[in-house]
């Protein structure tokens, strides 16, 4: 998987992520949804969590399951750790949309780095 598919992957489930999962609210101004902040966010996160492996590689830094792991556990579940303590267009209004939301993102980010990595280290 290429970067950039990773990057539009990765943003469109926490987009979706946002609009779906109870516990995770948008935060509205008159009836209008708030489309720029929470769009804003996902653009954030996507980056973030597409951009773990061509940071580890970068640093050359031996890429590892656990490594991919653990990094997009810390962007997925500090991301809405972070929008629980500060609202930013998307709101954590309970432990459920945290835990589910930060889950959900956190598998979609490993496993597009992962296979990101599988496809640039391909195996003779």
């Known amino acids: 998987m290429t970067y950039l598919r990773s ?3 990765n943003f469109l489930v926490v ?3 946002n609009r779906v999962i109870p516990g995770l609210e948008i935060t509205y101004f008159e009836q209008v949804p708030d489309i720029g902040a929470d769009l804003f966010f996902s653009l954030i996160l996507g980056f973030f969590n597409a951009s773990v492996f061509p940071f580890l590689a970068l640093m ?3 890429i590892t399951n656990l490594k991919l792991a653990i990094l997009n556990g810390i962007i997925s579940f500090g991301a809405f750790a ?3 303590v500060i609202p930013f267009g998307v709101q954590v209004v309970s432990p459920l949309g945290f835990f589910l939301g930060g889950f959900i993102v956190w598998i979609v980010a490993f496993i597009s ?5 599988a496809q640039s280290n391909p195996k003779n």
């Open 60 to 62: 050359e830094i031996e």
């Open 7 to 9: 990057l539009f992957f």
């Open 15 to 17: 987009f979706f992520v």
């Open 113 to 117: 780095n992962c296979l990101e990595a």
């Open 82 to 84: 972070l929008i629980s």
